[in-house]
């Protein structure tokens, strides 16, 4: 039974591609995590960091938060603020969607713009948005949530990848997913390295902007992922390979999920997919690979993705 909005978060369906991967590649499974209130998986992130904050007393009555955040991290965190009556401070840029822009506000965050460099995801970037965060931490003594060091995120998604687990009647192959702040990918392959060590772990970032696998910089507009330097939540260990994918692959991923599988999600989950499928067609029949679609395509309708 659920009595207040915040229990509304994870328990996503998993659903089976029927269409867009070929009849001789591995079954590809997708997390619909557009599914939780604010349409993205930072849901779950966001309930965790401040539900542990408050449990150690870093949070209590009065106090506000501070965050940096391209929108998702943002949202999630205004929504779950609103609801525990905590003033939320953000400082994000018009880079990232405005749609994600207008959310945040909507759910009662106080924002606060860094302007971008033609409308891109420079190295410079997220790097200027922490900065801010840190002299704002410093001015009001705000709770800073640190989305990028906080591990305090990881046991919000291991309860993602233990529903993964409880859905599916298989073991799985390979779980592969963008890397952002890397705590989903690090909960979620916690959770399934625990029941199969043999599980293949492998990170996904774009082409352009190649950092952890080629060591390259580059700039983007994928949003949530590629931030321009090597998270903290990120541990080479924990996977197996590190893959890229070309923004605009992605793209057109993101419209055919759409009108084949009725799967409507933004562009990072269309790099999510492809890789997916690139890996399911390498694999062949007989194998289970498994992604996650994490926010809703309603997030970029202003944003030209499905132009």
Known sequence: MTYHITDAVGNTPLVKLRKVVDDDSADVYVKLEYFNPTGSYKDR????????????????????????????????????????????????????????????RLFGADLELILSEGGKITPNLIPDMINRVKAIQQETGAYWPNQFENRDALKGYQNLGNEIIRQLDKPVNVFCAAVGTAGMITGVSDALKRVNTTTRIIGLEPASAPLISQGIKGSHKVDGVGVGFIPPLFNRSDFDDIQTVEEAEARIMAKRLATEEGI????????????????????????????????????????????
């Open 45 to 104: 992130m966001a309930l965790a960091i401040i539900e542990e904050a408050e449990k150690r007393g870093d949070l209590q009555k009065g106090k506000s938060v501070v965050e940096c955040t391209g929108g998702s991290t943002g949202t999630s965190l205004a929504f779950v603020c609103s609801v525990k009556n905590y003033h939320f401070k953000v400082v994000s840029s018009d880079a990232f969607a405005a749609e994600k822009l207008h959310s945040m």
């Open 264 to 307: 409507f999600a933004g562009t990072s989950s269309g790099l999510n997919v492809a890789a997916a499928i690139r890996i399911a067609r390498q694999l062949g029949r007989g194998q289970t690979v498994v992604t996650v679609a994490v926010d809703s395509g309603m997030k970029y309708l202003a944003g030209g993705l499905f132009d």
